[in-house]
């Protein structure tokens, strides 16, 4: 063979080699730069535009990152979420609730550990992470919301009847005393989705009765009990309340109460911060609803605000994405993230602290009063529901059996207690 032609073929052969060497480098860069699309699961159908509107925030300085917003049935959500999981069809990204359906989902292995992955975790408080925490450091959410408590009330029929907003329960039963006289419908409120009852009614108002967080951590102690006269008294308070509901109240479900209240069929609702966005997409705004504070028992007494730790986002452990969803979580703990919350979700609260501008007036308020207030949560959501029978759900049947006359609020409030000593010991 010629000397020369085997030097050039080498030559070609290796110039080849190198271009299909850089080619196939090139190819694998171009590859690796595509597009990842991380779901989201959540229970909040109500908020797509806005949470595809936070998210985008994230997606401009993370470019080759695209989130899908997936609302799951509010109704069904954990069960929903659950199955996907099983079957291996879960969200990258999921929206957590607190305390014990979230640690649920850890305990069965499908949420990462986020602990070492996200460093500025300890911006938050010890009881905030401890709502998404195993207790002995291991974190597995990112805590994202709260939400208060509290009434809306009708503008206009305030002003026909001259009345200001109560701020003591024997002001708030005048209220509504006058209400009641001149023919109106007095508070927006059913019993036929019940968890409205127990969370809104005997966590929002009744905390004032039941001495607030103090009360809540004596329960979980073992140290107070239903049956403890401040827990009867808040049953009291709701069945004092029953005569102020609308007729055929037993059969009026979550969104009709809504729709009555937003229409201008009921002068008061009582409810969560949630409600404000919901509300004026049924064509009621600041202009037309006004809101107020949990009213005290007696003037002086300090205000107890049950302000519920809400939702957190986690990690699904068998995505495919881990460094991308670990970016996102990341986000979540700037002050972008949290005041794009506020602005986006009027009565969606941040957990992180800072200093915030909220544009909602409504909003605006119910966040001033977290600033003074003593705070506490939701009196089940700790510890109470962790087994079966749940507290909430035990709460639940014991306020509507209340008001359709099965139950006293001592029978109530004992139905319940028995319920949770078959399981439940201070100190699980």
């Keep these: 063979m010629n000397k020369k032609i085997s030097n050039r073929s080498i030559r070609v052969t290796s110039a080849l080699s190198l271009v299909i060497m850089f080619s196939g480098f090139f190819y694998g860069c171009i590859k690796n730069s595509d597009p990842v699309v991380l779901t989201m699961a959540s229970w909040r159908i109500e908020d797509v535009a806005q949470m595809n509107r936070i998210n985008s925030l994230f997606t401009a300085s ?22 996907h999981l099983e079957a291996g069809t879960g969200a990258d990204l999921i929206h957590l609730r607190g305390y014990d359906l979230a640690r649920d989902l850890y305990d069965l292995g499908y949420l990462a550990s986020l602990k070492k ?7 938050f408080t010890a009881q905030v992470q401890g709502a998404w925490s195993t207790g002995d450091g291991t974190l597995y959410g990112v805590p994202q919301s709260g939400v208060t408590h509290g009434v809306y009330y009708r503008k206009s029929i305030f002003d026909k009847y001259g ?14 005393e006058k209400l009641l006289v001149g023919g109106e419908t007095v508070i927006a409120q059913g019993a036929n989705d019940d968890w409205t009852l127990y969370e809104a009614e005997y ?17 979980m102690a073992g140290t107070m009990k ?25 059969t009026l479900d979550y969104d009709g109460m809504r729709e009555l209240f937003a229409s201008g069929g009921a002068a008061l609702f009582i409810g969560g911060s949630w409600e404000i966005t919901k509300f004026e997409s049924l064509g009621s705004g600041p202009a037309q609803i006004g809101w107020f504070a949990p009213p005290v ?25 881990k460094k991308e969803v670990l970016e996102f979580l990341n986000w979540m703990t700037e002050q972008e993230a949290a005041q794009a919350l506020m602005t986006e979700l009027p009565g969606m609260f941040t957990l992180l602290p800072g200093s915030y501008t909220l544009s909602h007036p409504l909003a605006q308020k119910m966040w ?46 004992t139905y319940v207690q028995d319920g949770l000593d078959t399981w439940y010991h201070s100190g699980t």
Aim: charged letters at 20%; proline letters at 4%.
């Design 203 to 219: 966590c929002g108002l009744g905390a004032n009765f039941y001495g607030g967080e103090t009360a809540r951590q004596a329960l």
């Design 368 to 413: 001033n009063v977290t600033l003074t207030a003593d705070l506490t949560q939701r009196l089940m959501i700790e510890k109470l529901s962790a087994e079966s029978p749940q507290g909430s759900v035990l709460m639940n049947e014991a306020l509507t059996r209340m008001l359709k006359g099965t139950f006293t609020p001592v029978q109530a409030a």
């Design 226 to 250: 239903m049956t403890d006269a401040g827990f009867v008294s808040a049953f009291e308070m709701v069945r004092q309340l029953k005569k102020y509901l609308p007729a055929r109240f037993e």
């Design 117 to 123: 992955d996200v460093p500025k975790m300890n911006q």
């Design 163 to 176: 009345i200001s907003e109560p701020s003591t329960w024997d002001e708030f039963i005048t209220a509504c």
């Design 62 to 83: 993370h470019p080759g990152i695209t989130i899908e917003f997936q609302a799951l049935s509010t109704a069904a959500y954990d069960e929903d979420l659950l199955a």
């Design 297 to 321: 028992v007696k003037a002086g007494d300090p205000l107890q605000y049950c302000f519920q730790i809400g939702g957190a986002f986690g990690m699904n452990s068998k995505t495919k994405h």
